[in-house]
Nanobody, 115 residues
């Protein structure tokens, strides 16, 4: 079955960095676009970054452009989100996502940004 498992979240000070990972299984990872979303308390889930199946094209929300980098390793069936210069407004649960015959989500990983 399809599984997406996020990891790498945690507590970081403002200005710090984290690298999130999403390990995928149950489908041909290298054939699909992958996305990272986030959801802060009381807010709607928002799209953060997208990467195409080959990793040759990426897109970012305006709020994270220049600070976050999405990448993937098709040999490891894993997509990453490198987050630099983190700010309190980046605090959220981060989810990876793939659209196959249906939409699949991971369980999420919590990112807390606080001094």
């Amino acid at each position: 079955q399809v599984q997406l498992v996020e990891s790498g979240g945690g507590l970081v000070q403002p200005g710090g960095s984290l690298r999130l990972s999403c390990a995928a299984s149950g489908f041909t990872f290298s054939s699909y676009t992958m996305k990272w979303y986030r959801q802060a308390p009381g807010k709607e889930r928002e799209l953060v970054a997208t990467i195409n199946n080959l990793g040759s094209s990426t897109n970012y929300a305006a709020s994270v452009k220049g600070r976050f980098t999405i990448s993937r390793d098709n040999g490891k069936n894993t997509v990453y989100l490198q987050m630099n210069s983190l700010q309190p407004e980046d605090a959220a649960v981060y989810f990876c996502n793939v659209l196959l015959w249906s939409v699949y989500w991971g369980q999420g990983t919590q990112v807390t940004v606080s001094s």
